[in-house]
């Protein structure tokens, strides 16, 4: 039988709306859910009702902002997949980051997987945004305290970025916080296990959408587009060294 997939779309149109900013979470689920991906869904959200009130009090980006929640991830991307098919030449054209969240509060290990081009603003970004644990710190604080320090992971596949990234070749980034995730694709990805395990209080929720919502702000405001590519360099030299 044939089945109806559905995303969800809000626009918040730029002053020069030939260039945009998305941020994407997957809405489907095995069973309940809560960490892959109600944490994505609901800080996304949180950071779109951010957005909508600086919205309302007279602010607008310069870049248009996409907020997209994907159906179908589960099943092989097919939402995302699907927009950005029926989207190619605006997001080729314009699509200057894609932001995605997926699986990103389930513990408390705060870390970027980015392409390098987007790593510095980023980077940036956390020191903006103060750390639940201690207002008097930032989470930039916290990833520097961690063991492997600051330190932007390269971006792997499995998630809605592939549409982006493989596919138009868009900057792309993932955001969060992680940590021991055995209920991961089964019944005990429940609330209960939010609340009492991965983020009681839900305050690293609130911080992540604190996060994308500064995040895309910067992206979309930016008199130049803010790549920086010199986090290429050591890759490349590596790349050379190994052909030698």
């Given at each position: ?21 998305m941020l994407g979470a997957h809405r ?13 869904t609901i800080v996304l959200l949180e ?190 030299r590596a790349g050379i060294a190994r052909?030698?």
């Amino acid at each position: 039988s044939d089945w109806t997939l559905w995303n969800t779309v809000g626009t918040l149109r730029g002053t020069q709306p030939s260039q945009s900013v998305m941020l994407g979470a997957h809405r489907d689920a095995w069973v309940a859910g809560v960490g892959d991906n109600g944490a994505g869904t609901i800080v996304l959200l949180e950071a779109a009702r951010g957005l909508g009130y600086l919205e309302k009090s007279g602010w607008r980006p310069r870049r248009t902002i996409v907020v997209a929640l994907w159906d179908g991830e589960e099943i092989g991307l097919r939402g995302s997949a699907a927009y950005a098919g029926a989207h190619g030449a605006e997001l080729h054209r314009g699509c200057i980051a894609y932001l995605n969240a997926d699986e990103n509060v389930t513990g408390p290990s705060f870390g970027i997987a980015a392409v390098g081009g987007l790593g510095p603003v980023l980077i940036e970004a956390a020191r903006a945004i103060p750390d639940p644990q201690s207002q008097r710190t930032t989470l930039y604080d916290r990833w520097h305290a961690q063991p492997r320090g600051v330190d932007v992971r390269a971006i792997g596949g499995g998630s809605d970025h592939e549409s982006f990234l493989f596919s138009f070749g868009t900057p792309v980034a993932e955001m969060s916080f992680s940590g021991p995730f055995g209920p991961y694709h089964s019944s005990y990805d429940t609330l209960r296990y939010a609340t009492t395990v991965s983020d009681p209080g839900f305050v690293l929720h609130r911080a992540a959408a604190q996060l994308y919502g500064l995040s895309a702000m910067r992206l979309a405001d930016a008199d130049a587009v803010p790549y920086a590519f010199a986090s290429y360099v050591p890759a490349l030299r590596a790349g050379i060294a190994r052909l030698q």
